[in-house]
């Protein structure tokens, strides 16, 4: 007895002389404090966290401080041994402890050194709606079989806020066999509930879940609400691409094409449209279709979509589609060209610079300069001649940002030869 006494007393004073030592100041002070830390063993380390109360009622910072050095450094490399003592000192510290937060804190450590030695003891918490979310996060670090598994089969258990955080980790875990049990929760009038299931079948991505998500997004009417139902089809369905059923998502994409076509539901539309690009690049002509679409938002989305994948043919399209569309069309067009620096498209940009609306014509001219700089510079000052003096004082303005060594040396050849206007 006496034995036990001494070595319990000794084991008091090392944590306490760990703790007097905390914060380290200098790597080389805290690379020592670890060797401490490791020297205290199970008990010394099951002793450190019994030590944690509710907050301001003990020395909560020097131990949690001295607990996240011991935690940081059972995570590198070569230190497994130090981990494993981590875990063993953590789930027995977990059993001394009565506050919350102090729990909680531990719990969160597994997020770092946590791997299927620890997922059995937090399995405990999934149920506790205080410590349900800290365990669920740190099962989803774990990410394994195993911790997959783990909370999978608390989800009929929990209730309230736990229930939440599970489905939520699930989602987070990317668990498919999770998918069928999380269907059947999304079907509910609790909005907390629908939100967060719709959240994990959009990550988990299993097509059994298509005709659930649709459902919820077409009861929103695709707009905006509280269980974000709309967002989170569209991730759905830019996840199953990702996973390679892109023939799902294509469809889901092109139905939402068809069904958002509302100017208030542009954002829906742009990013059904990102989904069909990002899954089927080849096809461009979608892009050019889009290019000519009555929503500008639309519109711009299509055009910037589109400048990843500009070659000659493509860039051939949309010269020709400037034949098609209306001049608020035309300018953003030329907008998107100008950003492409394609020399094949200045002389279908410099006629553009003719156009009798102002818009077209603007943007046609910044186009030619930003793609040909001072090669252009000959063909604007003839623009600028014929012009009007508005046209003059437009063309004046991009050519005092105009980029190349003979900038200078053309303007002065030329003022002997224009309009005294235009001089």
């Known amino acids: 007895m006496l034995q036990n006494a001494v070595m319990a007393q000794d084991s008091k004073d090392k944590v306490a002389d760990v703790l007097a030592h905390m914060p380290a100041f200098t790597a080389a002070a ?168 719709y959240y994990a079948l959009a990550y988990i991505a299993d097509p059994s879940s298509e005709k659930v998500l649709a459902a919820a997004a077409a009861k929103s009417g695709y707009k905006y609400e509280n269980t974000e139902a709309a967002k989170y089809y569209l991730i759905y369905a830019g996840q199953l691409a990702i996973n390679g059923n892109k023939l799902l998502a294509q469809k889901i994409a092109n139905s939402l094409l068809v069904k958002a076509k509302a100017d208030d539901l542009v954002n829906v539309r742009i990013s059904a449209l990102k989904i069909l690009v990002n899954s089927t690049p080849a096809n461009q002509q979608l892009l050019l279709t889009a290019a000519g679409d009555a929503n500008p938002q639309y519109r711009a989305a299509a055009l910037r979509f589109a400048l990843p994948y500009i070659t000659p043919v493509t860039t051939k399209a949309r010269i020709n589609k400037l034949n098609t569309v209306n001049d608020d069309a035309k300018a953003d067009i030329l907008f998107m060209l100008g950003q492409t620096k394609a020399k094949t498209a200045l002389p279908a940009i410099i006629a553009l610079a003719k156009n009798k609306n102002d818009k077209v014509k603007l943007a046609a001219i910044n186009a030619a300069v930003n793609i040909g700089q001072e090669q252009v510079l000959g063909s604007l000052i003839k623009l600028m001649d014929n012009g009007t003096s508005d046209d003059k004082d437009m063309i004046a303005e991009v050519i005092g940002h105009m980029k190349g060594a003979t900038v200078t040396q053309q303007l002065a050849d030329a003022i002997p030869t224009v309009k005294p206007t235009t001089r």
């Open 30 to 197: 805290l690379k020592n404090d670890v060797v401490k830390i490791n020297a205290l063993g199970e008990d010394g380390l099951v002793r450190l966290i019994s030590g944690l109360g509710a907050p301001g009622a003990a020395n909560n910072a020097a131990i949690e401080y001295t607990i996240g050095a011991f935690t940081a450094a059972a995570t590198q490399t070569g230190n497994e041994a130090m981990r494993k003592l981590a875990v063993s000192a953590y789930i027995k510290g977990l059993q001394k402890l009565t506050d919350r937060q102090a729990k909680q804190f531990i719990i969160a450590q597994f997020d770092l050194v946590g791997k299927d030695d620890a997922v059995a003891t937090l399995k405990t918490y999934l149920t506790d709606n205080d410590l349900a979310d800290a365990a669920s996060r740190a099962l989803v670090k774990i990410n394994s079989p195993a911790s997959k598994a783990a909370l999978l089969s608390a989800l009929p258990q929990a209730s309230g806020a736990a229930k939440l955080s599970v489905i939520e980790a699930l989602g987070n875990s990317r668990y498919k066999a999770a998918a069928k049990a999380i269907n059947a929760l999304a079907v509910t009038n609790d909005a907390a509930l629908a939100k967060v299931s």
